[in-house]
């Protein structure tokens, strides 16, 4: 039955995607405009190398405005030109070079040059040895770095001019008018970009507003794209609301503060993962939206993260707790401004309760175990899987080729460390007005806005 209505719900978001293509494919694209945008975070700083880090898909979406990247990923993990028109690496890939595409200019009409762009790079990167030769960068590691141009696709090496004194300027198809940190952002249309001008003259950002802020935005006319809850996006698309979601792009999992001390406390989590019923949490409390998730990286970008399992087993649970004499009670920690996170928090803890474990959900003070979200960041998995291991300060995976088994031996093993449990991946969700027209966006939540046109209010 919940495979059922699963299916149901896709159904009904294709639907109203198919409409929404339809209803945008009635009339051509126009120049002018502005674009409004609502969105949870509230940077302090739009610099790539700090902006991302609060909430890294936004993050990511915002810094693509303003910034570009010397190569990018596409929807398969291949990596495709973008400042950069073609690279190479020597034998042993520790050195690399990158050829830089010709007459790009920054917002402030200053040339893009192979000095600006190793300086960019080695303030982000203290180890990397970048030096500029000529019309391309030339970048020296410590260690073989097969996985080098995923790494810079990471939205944190855009390439940005940073002077003292004077505001930071990027590459990108928009630049800023005006910035009030943490409040508003407005952008306008870069007339010289290096792939096309914009459609829209202007984006127009007002930051910090939760998500029943925006939709009220939404309802009342003052926003054109707003981002939606997961567990609201099957109510919202109900509402008659147009709707669109990327693909799995953030993993929900349980995060041990540290390694697994003895043998009893690595079956402590094991049980603990074992007890959590994904199926039936997805079902109610996500509203039917995710997926139960045992592996680290979704099944898009793997191909074979079903192979990890992700059924609770409260029986082979309670086996397994009736060979530990004495069981710590477990400070489980979570987002007190996320309420899904506090209910999945308590939903969890029932879960545990059954299976022998005691779980105490707290927003404040040192925990054991926390429930966190953690973005895919990149469509290539190698990147992905480096990010999480330096997200929770695991030993970096070793790559030698592209491999699948590699792959799998490497994520297996970052599990078998029992540091995270993980339980679901998600989609994000977007809400947009009828006038929002040539949307697009990759699998891993990018959103390319500057293909966005605005029309008529009526399809």
Same mark, same amino acid.
């Given at each position: 039955?919940?495979?059922?209505?699963?299916? +149901?719900? =896709?159904? @009904?978001?294709?639907?109203?995607? @198919?409409?929404?293509?339809?209803?945008? +494919?009635?009339?051509?694209? =126009?120049?002018?405009?502005?674009?409004?945008?609502?969105? $949870?975070?509230?940077?302090?700083?739009?610099?790539?190398?700090?902006?991302? $880090?609060?909430?890294?898909?936004?993050?990511?979406?915002?810094? %693509? @405005?303003?910034?570009?990247?010397?190569?990018?990923?596409? &929807?398969?993990?291949?990596? =495709?030109?973008?400042?950069?028109?073609?690279?190479?690496? /020597?034998?042993?890939? =520790?050195?690399?070079?990158?050829?830089?595409?010709?007459?790009?200019?920054? %917002?402030?009409?200053?040339?893009?040059?192979?000095?600006?762009?190793? +300086?960019?790079?080695?303030?982000? &990167?203290?180890?990397? &040895?970048?030096?500029? &030769?000529?019309?391309?960068?030339?970048? /020296? @590691?410590?260690?073989?770095?097969?996985d080098l141009p995923g790494r810079l696709a990471l939205p944190q090496n855009a390439i940005a001019r940073r002077s003292p004194g004077v505001k930071i300027v990027g590459t990108g198809p928009f630049q800023i008018s005006d910035w009030q940190p943490g409040k508003t952002l407005i952008l306008s249309a870069n007339e010289a970009y290096w792939n096309g001008r914009p459609f829209i003259d202007s984006i127009e950002i007002e930051m910090g507003k939760d998500f029943r802020e925006q939709m009220i935005a939404l309802e009342l006319g003052k926003a054109d794209l707003i981002e939606v809850a997961p567990e609201q996006a099957r109510r919202t698309v109900i509402d008659g609301r147009r709707i669109v979601l990327s693909a799995p792009v953030q993993l929900m999992a349980l995060v041990f503060a540290g390694d697994r001390q003895s043998p009893a406390d690595g079956k402590l989590r094991q049980v603990l993962s074992l007890s959590i019923e994904r199926t039936a949490i997805r079902n109610v409390l996500l509203q039917g939206n995710g997926d139960p998730a045992g592996g680290v990286m979704p099944n898009w970008i793997s191909g074979y993260e079903f192979v990890f399992p992700s059924v609770s087993n409260v029986r082979r649970a309670q086996e397994i707790r009736s060979e530990v004499p004495r069981a710590p009670a477990w400070r489980l920690g979570y987002d007190l401004n996320d309420p899904l996170a506090k209910l999945i928090a308590e939903r969890i803890a029932l879960n545990a309760r059954d299976a022998g474990i005691t779980l105490q959900p707290s927003v404040s003070g040192a925990t054991d175990v926390r429930l966190v979200r953690i973005s895919v960041a990149s469509a290539d998995p190698r990147v992905m899987l480096t990010n999480v291991a330096a997200t929770l300060g695991l030993p970096q995976p070793k790559f030698s080729g592209n491999s699948v088994e590699e792959l799998y031996q490497a994520e297996s093993k970052m599990l078998e460390t029992q540091r995270l449990i993980p339980l679901f991946h998600l989609p994000l969700a977007y809400a947009l007005r009828p006038s929002v027209r040539g949307w697009s966006q990759d699998r891993d939540g990018t959103l390319h806005l500057q293909d966005v046109w605005v029309g008529t209010e009526k399809p």
């Amino acid at each position: 039955m919940g495979d059922m209505k699963h299916t +149901a719900w =896709q159904s @009904l978001v294709v639907a109203s995607l @198919l409409i929404a293509a339809s209803s945008s +494919a009635d009339t051509r694209p =126009q120049y002018g405009g502005t674009l409004r945008i609502s969105t $949870r975070i509230a940077p302090a700083t739009l610099d790539p190398a700090t902006s991302t $880090r609060s909430d890294p898909v936004t993050g990511q979406n915002l810094t %693509h @405005l303003i910034f570009d990247t010397l190569v990018t990923v596409d &929807n398969g993990g291949k990596i =495709q030109p973008a400042l950069s028109t073609s690279w190479q690496a /020597e034998a042993g890939d =520790q050195r690399w070079q990158f050829w830089l595409r010709r007459d790009v200019k920054f %917002h402030d009409g200053s040339p893009l040059t192979s000095d600006a762009v190793a +300086a960019s790079l080695r303030a982000v &990167n203290r180890t990397w &040895n970048v030096s500029p &030769n000529r019309d391309s960068v030339i970048i /020296e @590691l410590d260690a073989p770095t097969q996985d080098l141009p995923g790494r810079l696709a990471l939205p944190q090496n855009a390439i940005a001019r940073r002077s003292p004194g004077v505001k930071i300027v990027g590459t990108g198809p928009f630049q800023i008018s005006d910035w009030q940190p943490g409040k508003t952002l407005i952008l306008s249309a870069n007339e010289a970009y290096w792939n096309g001008r914009p459609f829209i003259d202007s984006i127009e950002i007002e930051m910090g507003k939760d998500f029943r802020e925006q939709m009220i935005a939404l309802e009342l006319g003052k926003a054109d794209l707003i981002e939606v809850a997961p567990e609201q996006a099957r109510r919202t698309v109900i509402d008659g609301r147009r709707i669109v979601l990327s693909a799995p792009v953030q993993l929900m999992a349980l995060v041990f503060a540290g390694d697994r001390q003895s043998p009893a406390d690595g079956k402590l989590r094991q049980v603990l993962s074992l007890s959590i019923e994904r199926t039936a949490i997805r079902n109610v409390l996500l509203q039917g939206n995710g997926d139960p998730a045992g592996g680290v990286m979704p099944n898009w970008i793997s191909g074979y993260e079903f192979v990890f399992p992700s059924v609770s087993n409260v029986r082979r649970a309670q086996e397994i707790r009736s060979e530990v004499p004495r069981a710590p009670a477990w400070r489980l920690g979570y987002d007190l401004n996320d309420p899904l996170a506090k209910l999945i928090a308590e939903r969890i803890a029932l879960n545990a309760r059954d299976a022998g474990i005691t779980l105490q959900p707290s927003v404040s003070g040192a925990t054991d175990v926390r429930l966190v979200r953690i973005s895919v960041a990149s469509a290539d998995p190698r990147v992905m899987l480096t990010n999480v291991a330096a997200t929770l300060g695991l030993p970096q995976p070793k790559f030698s080729g592209n491999s699948v088994e590699e792959l799998y031996q490497a994520e297996s093993k970052m599990l078998e460390t029992q540091r995270l449990i993980p339980l679901f991946h998600l989609p994000l969700a977007y809400a947009l007005r009828p006038s929002v027209r040539g949307w697009s966006q990759d699998r891993d939540g990018t959103l390319h806005l500057q293909d966005v046109w605005v029309g008529t209010e009526k399809p």
